[in-house]
């Protein structure tokens, strides 16, 4: 199986505002894809930041420039490379740079930080819940 780590950039800078993974046996080269056409549809939640992004830059005319950085056998020299590539670059949550990633890379959430109104939500969705 390989695995891509690649880069969204906006044509009108000259650096990514998004890095990302996948395996080929699953979505492959598509899913850089994905998330051109989840902004094309328009879809809310998730990455309401990137999304916003990619409907800017195409609202303007231009279209998302799409870089695969590396290639590998190995899912975890992948992952590393992805949060090699995040640290470099810098996320925009954390004020540290252009990128729209919501975490540090590789698999789950670690180091996500949700805005003030999805912490709100994901709250008032518990409430009266038992855990």
């Known amino acids: 199986m390989k695995y891509i780590v690649y880069e969204l950039w906006d044509p009108g800078l000259e650096q990514p505002f998004y890095v990302g993974w996948s395996y080929t046996a699953n979505k492959g080269?598509?899913?850089?894809?994905e998330h051109i056409n989840e902004a094309l549809r328009d879809r809310q939640g998730g990455n309401q930041?990137?999304?916003?992004?990619?409907?800017?830059?195409?609202?303007e005319g231009y279209e998302i420039d799409i870089k695969i950085v590396f290639e590998s056998d190995e899912m975890d020299e992948s992952l590393l490379v992805e949060q090699q590539l995040i640290s470099k670059w810098g996320r925009r949550d954390q004020g540290l740079g252009p990128?729209?990633?919501?975490?540090?890379?590789?698999?789950?959430?670690?180091?996500?930080?949700d805005s003030d109104e999805t912490r709100n939500k994901k709250s008032n969705g518990r409430l009266g819940k038992r855990h």
């Open 49 to 59: 930041l990137k999304l916003n992004v990619i409907k800017k830059v195409l609202n």
């Open 99 to 113: 990128l729209t990633n919501m975490t540090d890379g590789g698999e789950g959430t670690v180091g996500r930080i």
């Open 29 to 33: 080269k598509a899913r850089p894809y």
